[in-house]
């Protein structure tokens, strides 16, 4: 693994450094973990008062600083104790669109031992009724609209619109006290599924604590690297003004900026409402934003409004961001440079990493002059975890050949929510989790070739969706794109591809196949085309649902 050879990494990590790891028993397997380490989210929350009148939640004209939220908070898991009977180990369901009320009940369910039940604000009536039934939760925390998802026998309901009212009569009650064990529940988080039901995964204090502590390390031996090479760098886990357009109950949101930023002392940025490239831009101008995870279609949607502000002669100032994070999909080349063109300051400083709702934890990044030189890679194993690629029968292949991910770390889930079965058939023996994409390691770094399901047997050869997609995305009537692999009576499977285009353009298929020809063989090539002006459908974590892709929407080349 690259960090055991680190030179930034040996120093930070050597015994009585900052970062010192040393050997412990996760869950029946020895690993190597941080020595200085929190130990709870509850200690991650007492230890943000550090951070005073600093703002941590921007919501419009709401501003809630460290010192308010750390008090509402501690009121909430009060609350939740005497009203609900609320103890540790009980679960509590989080149902509401993106508000600072879900960021400060969040932390008073973990603080109190109790787990939350995080909950998609998308979910259809039943979708909701089963995750409840699944999860069995003492109280739904809900805003108005989830309300009217509710089953009739739903669990008592915390309204989110007028929670500081019902807090005012806790308003100075101290933190809770009881213990809370390193691998105790702390999280169950439902899968954003794009092939079928969502699973629970649940992660432990050790796995939120670790998120802090990876993303710490990171920064350090960032500003270190840096600093060696006369240089300077942004860097996530360092103090950031972030911008989160993506859902508070999807792992990034959640791990990568309620956790990560309440531990840094950094800000999050909120906008209510759907997604709009307009109040997107001046939301960065307005806070003065240095960080965005720019992930699904967001950036692309972005990169073409700020284009044709700038082709206007109305080019807004996006100066202030110096880091980017892209991710959840493989993003081609052609929307990183699309990205680096639309935010200048952060053209040095564009990052991509690779995790799961069962990793927990960022798994690689990549960032800067490396991605530039490696734009399909998604990095490096960030320190203490190790990934191994593994074949059909879960041997491992040597660098170069393509298998199936499989990721080892002390911060992975503990298990999928009373589903033995299913927890079985991804974490191995040794707690090696299978992450169901496959892909492969050339020089120290991964590349992800495809989800397991995604994969495509055309006459036997195996055709990797992501490889077209790239490919389609670089043409320059092209906004997205996306491959699915449908029957076809003489090939077995045929790839079909859905496009979709620029406004004012009109490609062919028999345009976008000689496109693809001309770099690709002819197997790969998809044979059906949806070339269309709306975009794919993607669900709240911003992946294309392609099980919506249907086969009857594509017609033959």
């Not at 669109?97 to 400060?104: L, S």
């Not at 500081?164 to 009650?173: Q, V």
């Not at 990876?214 to 996530?236: E, H, L, Q, T």
Request: hydrophobic share 45%; aromatic share 6%; proline share 7%.
């Amino acid at each position: 693994m690259r960090w055991r050879d680190d030179p930034d990494t040996l120093a930070l990590t050597a015994p009585g450094a900052p970062f010192e790891l040393v050997p412990d028993d996760v869950l029946g397997e020895p690993m190597l973990v941080f020595r200085n380490r929190p130990s709870s989210a509850r200690e991650l929350l007492a230890d943000s008062t550090r951070h005073g009148d600093a703002t941590y939640v921007t919501v419009g004209e709401q501003r809630l600083s460290f010192a308010e939220h750390l008090e509402l908070a501690a009121a909430a898991a009060a609350l939740l104790r005497d009203e609900f009977g609320v103890r540790p180990g009980d679960r509590v369901a989080l149902l509401a669109a993106n508000r600072a009320e879900w960021i400060v009940m969040f932390w008073a369910v973990v603080s109190s031992g109790a787990v939350v039940a995080s909950m998609n604000s998308y979910w259809s009536p039943a979708e909701v009724a089963a995750a409840l039934a699944d999860c069995e939760p003492k109280v739904v925390f809900a805003d108005a609209e989830r309300q009217a998802l509710l089953p009739a026998d739903a669990p008592p309901v915390l309204d989110a619109e007028h929670l500081y009212e019902r807090l005012a009569p806790y308003r100075g009650a101290a933190l809770p006290s009881d213990p809370i064990g390193e691998d105790d529940p702390a999280v169950i988080l439902y899968t954003s599924g794009t092939t079928g039901r969502s699973k629970a995964a649940v992660a432990s204090h050790r796995s939120i604590c670790g998120t802090v502590s990876v993303a710490r390390f990171s920064g350090a031996r960032g500003v270190a690297a840096a600093a060696r090479a006369g240089v300077a760098a942004a860097s996530i886990g360092t103090k950031q003004t972030a911008l989160v357009t993506l859902p508070l109950f999807h792992a990034s949101g959640m791990y990568g900026f309620v956790v990560v930023q309440l531990a840094s002392g950094g800000s999050i940025v909120l906008r209510p409402g759907r997604f709009d490239p307009d109040d997107v831009i001046g939301v960065i101008d307005a806070e003065r934003v240095t960080l965005w995870a720019a992930l699904g279609s967001a950036a692309p949607r972005v990169a073409a409004r700020v284009a044709e502000l700038r082709a206007a002669g109305t080019p807004p100032d996006l100066s202030s961001v110096a880091l980017l994070a892209v991710g959840g999909a493989p993003v081609s080349d052609t929307v990183l440079d699309r990205l680096r063109a639309t935010f200048p300051n952060a053209s040095l400083n564009v990052s991509q990493g690779y995790t799961s709702s069962e990793a927990v934890a960022v798994v690689t990044r990549i960032q800067g002059d490396e991605l530039r030189q490696h734009p399909r890679s998604v990095g490096s194993p960030l320190i203490t975890t190790e990934v191994e690629i593994r074949d059909e029968h879960g041997a491992p292949v040597p660098d170069g050949v393509t298998g199936e991910i499989h990721v080892r770390s002390p911060w992975l889930m503990s298990e999928y929510w009373r589903a033995p079965e299913a927890t079985a058939q991804v974490l191995k023996p040794g707690r090696w989790l299978a992450m169901g994409d496959i892909g492969h390691v050339a020089d120290g770094r991964l590349f992800i070739d495809s989800r397991v399901n995604d994969m495509i047997l055309v006459n036997a050869e195996n055709v990797y969706p992501a490889e077209i997609e790239i490919r389609l995305d670089a043409h320059p009537d092209v906004v997205e794109s996306a491959v699915v692999g449908v029957p076809d009576d003489l090939t077995g499977e045929a790839a079909a591809a859905a496009v979709v285009v620029r406004p004012g353009s009109t490609p062919t298929p028999d345009e976008l196949v000689a496109w693809c020809r001309s770099t690709m063989p002819a197997y790969k090539v998809p044979t059906r085309w949806d070339v269309r002006a709306e975009p794919l459908p993607r669900n709240a974590s911003g992946k294309v649902l392609k099980r919506e892709l249907g086969s009857d929407g594509f017609a033959s080349d």
